[in-house]
Nanobody
Framework: QLQASGGGLVQAGGSLRLSCAVS????????MGWFRQAPGKEREFVAA?????YYARSVKGRFTISRDNAKNTVYLQMNSLKPEDTAVYYC???????????????????WGQGTLVTVSS
C-alpha cells in the first residue's frame, strides 16, 4: 500500500514536500516514481528514482526526488512552484522497470491515492 501526503495550497514561488510511505514490503530495490494529473489533462511523469534520479524537463532544477529506504518512504521536494504545477500528484512503485520505460505509468505496479497540490498565482 502506498500512502501519499503533503499536498496543499501554496503561492507561486513557494515550496511543498510530498511524501509517499510504502507499507507491506521494502522499497530498497524498486523504482519509485511521481506522476501528476492536472484537470482536463492526461497523467504525466514528474520524477523517479532507482539508483539515480530522473526528472521531467518541466520540473528539472525545481523538484528533487529522494528516498529513505529505512523508512520505506520516497519524497518529492518541490521548490519554485508555478501555477502550472497544480495537479493531483501520485506516487507509484515498480519492481521490474527498465530504464527506457521509467517515465511510463503503465510500467509501475502499485499506485497511491494521490495528493492535491494547488499553486495560486
Amino acid at each position: 500500500q502506498l500512502q501519499a501526503s503533503g499536498g496543499g495550497l501554496v503561492q507561486a514561488g513557494g515550496s511543498l514536500r510530498l511524501s509517499c510511505a510504502v507499507s507491506g514490503r521494502t522499497i530498497r530495490s524498486t523504482v519509485m516514481g511521481w506522476f501528476r494529473q492536472a484537470p482536463g489533462k492526461e497523467r504525466e511523469f514528474v520524477a523517479a528514482i532507482r539508483w539515480t534520479e530522473y526528472y521531467a524537463r518541466s520540473v528539472k532544477g525545481r523538484f528533487t526526488i529522494s528516498r529513505d529506504n529505512a523508512k520505506n518512504t520516497v519524497y518529492l521536494q518541490m521548490n519554485s512552484l508555478k501555477p502550472e504545477d497544480t495537479a493531483v500528484y501520485y506516487c507509484a512503485e515498480g519492481s521490474r522497470i527498465i530504464t527506457s520505460s521509467i517515465t511510463e505509468g503503465s510500467a509501475y505496479d502499485y499506485w497511491g491515492q494521490g495528493t492535491l497540490v494547488t499553486v495560486s498565482s
